[in-house]
């Protein structure tokens, strides 16, 4: 059956880095995209970022320009999110998401998500 | 960027009701581009309808979703216990991806 498996919960200082893994069985990983999309407490979903594993192709939202970077390791079949310049407001629930491999993919929606990943950004 | 309204913020029903839910889209969005997630507390969210109106395998039959260009609806024709939750819409026609900011739906 198709999983996808986050790295655990993490706390970190502002200014800092936090990496979360996604690794993903049970179906063709290179045959899809990821998504990533947080939810900060009491707030609602908000998408950060898709990379696609089938074609060399990523976007972030413009919220996210130069501190999101999105990552697959075909090897591993694990996809990555690393957020740079960690803020206080960055502290949230993190999801990796399987999306399609296209920007223009009627199969991008989230069938399928991680369990979430507790990022708590504290000094 | 195509940003997704979903009014109202919050709903107070009871069990049996009958509820609609809207999203409405800043630019058009292709039918086949918009999806309603389900998500309660602790939870992961769950896909309740894609490309507008199609239910994936094990949503229940009550979940409908319609909607075209910029109006889309979710509707729930009898509340069940478990439905009270926040819904979200989704867009995902090219990029970025967007969601709406959420309905509650809360018991009275």
């Known amino acids: 059956q198709v999983q996808l498996v986050q790295s655990g919960g993490e706390v970190k200082k502002p200014g800092s880095s936090v990496k979360i893994s996604c690794r993903a069985s049970?179906?063709?990983?290179?045959?899809?995209?990821f998504s990533w999309v947080r939810q900060a407490p009491g707030q609602g979903l908000e998408w950060m970022g898709w990379?696609?594993?089938?074609?060399?192709?990523?976007s972030n939202a413009q919220k996210f320009q130069g501190r999101v970077i999105l990552t697959a390791d075909k090897a591993t079949n694990t996809a990555y999110m690393e957020l740079r310049g960690l803020r206080f407001d960055d502290t949230a629930v993190y999801y990796c998401?399987?999306?399609?491999?296209?920007?223009?993919?009627?199969?991008?929606?989230?069938?399928?998500w991680g369990q979430g990943t507790l990022v708590t950004v504290s000094s | 960027e195509t940003v997704l309204t979903q009014f109202p913020g919050t709903l107070s029903l009871s069990p049996g009701d009958r509820v609609s839910l809207s999203c409405r889209a800043s630019?058009?969005?292709?039918?086949?581009?918009v999806a309603w997630y389900q998500k309660k507390p602790g939870q992961t969210p769950r896909l309740l309808m894609y490309?507008?109106?199609t239910r994936p395998t094990g949503i229940p039959d009550r979940f409908s979703g319609s909607g075209s260009g910029t109006d889309f609806t979710l509707t729930i024709t009898s509340l069940e216990p478990e439905d009270f939750a926040v819904y979200y819409c989704?867009?995902?026609?090219?990029?970025?991806?967007?969601f709406g900011g959420g309905t509650k739906v809360e018991m009275k």
């Open positions: 990379i696609s594993v089938h074609n060399p192709d990523t």
């Open positions: 998401a399987r999306s399609g491999p296209m920007r223009f993919d009627t199969s991008g929606f989230y069938h399928f």
């Open positions: 989704h867009q995902y026609y090219g990029s970025p991806h967007t």
């Open positions: 490309g507008a109106s």
């Open positions: 630019q058009a969005v292709g039918a086949r581009y």
């Open positions: 049970g179906f063709t990983f290179t045959s899809f995209g």
